[in-house]
């Protein structure tokens, strides 16, 4: 029996022959490429009708106060429910989003934008839709790595999960290529078909797994304020954990350039929708890289300081995005943000599946899921609050600037996260 883990350990694909992974990471591809399709699309869009970079930073307040405010209660109703049933919910919610924007784009191919209120009209529609989908993502994107725990046996938790952040990332990548292309071949009505029909499909494999009743450990008549409290306790107290956390939270909320992209495709870089699309999969491009490669060759030792490592170098090509003129150069080190991202990508992944005891996956991930929702929404309102108070370009410097402070801030005060190795 030793011998037979030992050899699933060291097996690069032992996850994803597990048939209910392999049903789950085929609909969460789908799903989460045409959700980033939908992403890359509003932020073109939105653009396009105000010709603000201010107004694309709203698009992340939309959806990051309904998303952060309701995190902790959906971890609760995550961990006493039934989870396939309560994520393929999720999904259907996710797909009437999609189908309103569709609505909005042909009422936008019929309206004359010289009638400043039709504009607005659609441009309130887009934000009132985006705002749903942040109430239904804080139970989707937590329900996901809850799903992952709970099927598969601790031995292959750390391949299963660079696995699911590979999917994820990989969706990601053609999202945002692909939409470039389709806007610019089909507009943003077909480009919104092909969402509503990747989310379809996507349900239908999600649908495969088998139904995952709370835990035998978990209190369901629990109160929810109590299970909240117990969750965030947990967290508190496991140090690794609130400080990888807390790490990626002020690293994206002030490194994030991607929001601006729209803007610096658009009028610094002139390279229109192509361009656009190409500049937003970099850095997933990146980060793919780097988790084929760890998915072969996992790294074994010194993963907090090679984590802090990681994040600093990521501000540092957040900055030299920020001064390029050059297309490649531009490209080039948004991919090199992508590799040090997805690193520490993994590494807070993997730490908090090993961290976490069944019973409170939920809770646990919800946490995670509203330091992640709040830290990339937030830092696309950051970054079109700094775009309007700094400038475009000034405003990518500091906050590539400021990444590179809190990664030297947490060396010195978190040295268990430094020391820290699994």
Not at 149 to 162: D, E, V, Y
């Amino acid at each position: 029996m030793e011998t037979t883990k030992t050899n699933q350990q060291q097996d690069p694909f032992g996850a994803i022959k597990v048939t209910e992974f392999r049903n789950l990471m085929i609909g969460r591809f789908l799903f989460i490429m045409g959700l980033r399709m939908m992403g890359t699309l509003v932020g073109w869009w939105i653009y396009e009708l105000t010709k603000e970079p201010f107004a694309i930073g709203l698009i992340g307040l939309a959806e990051v106060i309904p998303a952060v405010s309701l995190a902790l209660y959906a971890g609760h109703v995550i961990d006493i429910s039934e989870k396939r049933k309560l994520l393929l919910r999720g999904v259907v919610l996710y797909w009437i989003c999609a189908l309103g924007l569709l609505g909005l784009s042909i009422y936008n191919d019929k309206t004359d934008h010289s009638v400043n209120q039709n504009t607005l009209v659609i441009a309130i529609g887009i934000y009132f839709i985006i705002f749903c989908s942040g109430i239904i993502r804080s139970f989707t994107g937590p329900s996901f790595g809850t799903i992952v725990g709970s099927i598969m046996p601790k031995h292959l938790l750390q391949n299963a999960t660079t696995w699911s952040q590979g999917i994820w990332l990989s969706a990601s990548i053609l999202g945002h290529a692909i939409v470039g292309f389709i806007i610019a071949g089909f507009g943003h009505t077909g480009s919104l078909i092909v969402v509503v029909t990747l989310v379809s499909i996507g349900f239908m494999f999600i649908s495969k797994i088998n139904p995952l009743p709370p835990h035998a450990d978990i209190v369901v008549d629990q109160k929810p304020m109590e299970s909240v409290k117990e969750g965030l306790r947990y967290v508190y107290n496991t140090k690794e954990l609130l400080g990888a956390l807390s790490l990626d939270l002020f690293a994206v909320l002030f490194g994030g350039a991607v929001a601006m992209i729209p803007v610096f495709a658009k009028d610094i870089l002139n390279v229109g929708p192509i361009g656009f699309g190409w500049l937003n999969a970099a850095a997933d491009i990146g980060a793919m890289l780097i988790i084929f490669i760890i998915t072969i060759f996992p790294v074994h030792s010194g993963q907090g300081k090679k984590l802090l490592i990681a994040v600093g170098g990521f501000g540092i090509c957040i900055i030299v995005f920020a001064l390029s003129k050059i297309f490649w150069i531009s490209f080039a080190a948004l991919v090199l943000s992508g590799i040090l991202d997805g690193f520490s990508m993994i590494v807070r992944g993997t730490i908090v599946q090993l961290k976490t005891p069944d019973h409170m996956r939920g809770r646990v991930m919800s946490v995670n899921s509203m330091f992640i929702n709040s830290s990339n929404e937030l830092g696309q309102f950051e970054s079109g609050v700094a775009a309007k108070l700094m400038g475009v370009i000034p405003s990518v410097v500091f906050g590539g600037t400021m990444t590179i402070l809190v990664v030297f801030t947490t060396w010195f005060k978190a040295p268990s996260l430094r020391k820290m190795e699994y």
